[in-house]
């Protein structure tokens, strides 16, 4: 375990000290670097080329009698992004957890490269840090997540805290921009985005994954969070309409009971994948499902997995999500349906449109092809470098802006 300013941190990777010239992003996330691969990771990686990116998680609880402690690794695959973990010793009252938070949190930035952006997706973090000495501060609002489930109660009152305080505020989807635009100077709209390349690696054909390869086609498949957003009945009445279709559903299952989850023959859970794994199952797929509730959880969402689909060649059925809806639902490789009947009955023609890459597919294409990570980053990129002239010297290095 090494001693870094008199707080114990034990490193994974033997990090170097950062580079004098280059900036620091410290992103505060209630997602884990290794739990799903999305827009946190998306974005972060791609600040790396030019940043110092520290990915700050929520704490560990480790043993009473144990050191308050944080351990330290290199991403893999992403040299530049460090992976910041607190351990705390469980059962401590929240004040003590804050104020030791704090003094883990203070201890490790005064070895970090200025100038730094502090970069939040929760809330929750703003109370161990909000006396962090940033340049900027961004607010990237990629769910309202006041409407999730186990949702804390003081969030909104640390959410209007976070934006009073933010020079930038970002949102992932134009739902949530709507609902933010006026409670802040500068608000800006960055729906999630998509790498065409990565997800194209589908059109080709793959030997299916292990666990896919036994199940009869048609499959009609979902990968994400299987979460209190994933409409559990609708999954279950489809499966009792079509026998003989295979629902392929692929990811963790958070904040919902095993119990649950329906269970039929042709119902296939296979669990957690790999963002590197997505289009192997993906190809291997007839249609891609998204089959989100429709509740106050998913009332802001914007789903990545929209144009990840599109770009892997596959027709996509969704419930009537907003921002599905006003972005997607004019593509003739999109069909919208809001109840089982017509959900089975949009699958029923997307597997024919399926049989056959005809002009929805190049509808589809032309889409994407105006938008990527690449450019959401570099657009943020500027935003920041240009709030950062706003409160440093003339002489301060920009960030260089990521070109796609």
Known sequence: MLESVGVPVESGGGHSSPEPSRPTLICFSHLRWNFVFQRPQHLMSRFARDMTVVFWEEPIEVGRKETAHLKVRQAEGHPSVRVVVPHLPEGMPEDAREATLKRLLD???????????????????????????????????????????????????????????????FTGGSSLYEAKKDRHHSVHCFPSSVDRTHFAKARASHFDPADQEDLPHPRLGFYGVIDE?????????????????????????????????PRRHNIHYLGGKTYEQLPAYLSGWDVALMPFAMNESTQFISPTKTPEYLAGGKPVVSTPIKDVVRHYGQLQGVEIANDAESFVAACEKALQMAKSAGDWLAEADLMLSATSWDTVQARMSGLITEALGLHTRADTPALLVAAE
């Open 229 to 261: 957003r994933f409409d559990i009945e609708l999954l279950a009445r489809m499966a009792e309409m079509r026998p003989d279709w295979s629902f392929v559903m692929v990811g963790p299952v958070v904040k919902i009971s095993d119990e649950d989850l």
């Open 107 to 169: 201890a490790y930035q005064a070895g970090l490269s200025r100038p730094l952006v502090a970069w939040y997706y929760t809330p929750m973090m703003l109370p161990f840090s909000r006396d962090l000495d940033a340049s900027i501060t961004v607010f990237d609002a990629m769910d309202e997540l006041s409407k999730f489930k186990f949702a804390p109660e003081r969030l909104l009152d640390l959410e209007q805290e976070l934006i009073d305080k933010a020079d930038l505020v």
